[in-house]
């Protein structure tokens, strides 16, 4: 088993800035790509970004490019989101998550273990 514990969230305002961090145990964490996603109340858990397993390759949801970025340390067996001119519209609970695969992928039935959760909220 991987155990994943997000930290990082709060209550920001537009335009703010904020970085959700993702420790993980267990398991070996490098052989596992890594992923975002978030849930807005009464929505759909979707899917943010990920990165692969040695950090070489990165992919987000439109709405976020160029205001995400996803980064891993596999030594501290740590993946963070760096989260930039934050909208209303990201507001959210956030979850990490790891992959069956050590290559990049969205779906949420392709990931085993998941965070509890870190909420990010930005006012307008």
């Not at 145990?25 to 899917?47: H, I, L, N, V």
């Not at 979850?95 to 990931?111: K, L, M, N, Q």
């Amino acid at each position: 088993q991987l155990q994943l514990v997000e930290s990082g969230g709060g209550l920001v305002q537009t335009g703010d800035s904020l970085r959700l961090n993702c420790a993980a145990s267990g398991r070996t964490f490098s052989d596992y790509a890594m992923a975002w996603f978030r849930q807005a109340p009464g929505k759909e858990r979707e899917f943010v970004g990920a990165i692969n397993w040695i950090a070489t390759d990165t992919q987000y949801t439109d709405g976020v490019k160029g205001r995400f970025t996803i980064s891993r340390d596999n030594a501290k067996k740590t993946v963070s989101l760096q989260m930039n001119s934050l909208k209303p519209e990201d507001t959210a609970v956030y979850y990490c998550a790891a992959s069956y695969f050590s290559g990049i992928t969205s779906g949420r039935d392709d990931f085993f273990s998941w965070g509890q959760g870190t909420q990010v909220t930005v006012s307008s």
